[in-house]
């Protein structure tokens, strides 16, 4: 059956700015670790996939002997320690409802539930974090529906193609039978690789991206309606009619383009 595939950061809800980047500089804070990202040093940070691997880019020689973590195992300990925190910190500020579903998720998700589709997540995050952000983007019964494959399910993370091809492999997908929905240009590689058709909404830290070999890239799905936000088309390579919303009609006249991309044609 064809299957939806979500992003979770920057799609489902916009989480960097308002909830990964707070949840970090706190934890860092309480762990006494003299490290505050700013909005723009965060900017480069997201181009890092995973959130172990975004603490771990700031252990220079100098700042890991300050800390005494003088082993790669007390580096690796601390790590895990600082990321379990954060999750934590983050969750509490999804539950808070300080970042709202982004436009149109809820409505796709519903459309494509009742259409029989198949729904999943795909992100480098936490599993508890991702939950947490689904759940309250689209609530208790339609994330019910969601497969979900995250954190460390995979050891290489996004641009790698590793858990998207997991998806499929383990949904029993071939490529041509999903779609994928992302926010980065590092989540579109990745789907792409995987022989994945891609549509990005693209989110605050992503929007002047190279989004090169997606199959169409708008503003967000889009909540048709006069105080709502419509989706603003800014590439569409193969000419979809998208009008104030995509749809999920507009998901399948993607998956029924002729020349769908295959895995060892975008290797």
Known sequence: MPTLIFDCDGVLADTEQFGHLPAFNKTFEEFGVPVQWTVEEYAQKVLIGGGKERM????????????????????????????????????????????????????????????????????????????????????????ASFTIFAGDVVPAKKPAPDIYLLVLDDLGLEPGEAIVVEDSANGLRAAVAAGLRTVVTVSGFTRDEDFTGASLVVSSLGDPGDDDEPAEVLQNPHGIDVGAAVTLATFQQLLDLPSTPTRSEES
């Open 56 to 143: 771990r880019s700031i252990l220079t020689d100098e700042l890991s002997q300050q800390l005494g973590l003088t082993s790669e195992e007390a580096k690796d300990e601390a790590i895990l320690a600082w990321h379990k925190r954060k999750t934590a910190i983050y969750t509490e500020l999804v539950n808070d409802g300080v970042m709202p579903a982004r436009p149109g998720i809820f409505r796709v998700v519903q459309e494509a539930h009742l259409a029989g589709w198949g729904l999943a997540v795909a992100s480098t995050s936490a599993e508890p974090a991702v939950r947490a952000v689904l759940t309250h983007a689209v609530g208790v019964g339609l994330a």
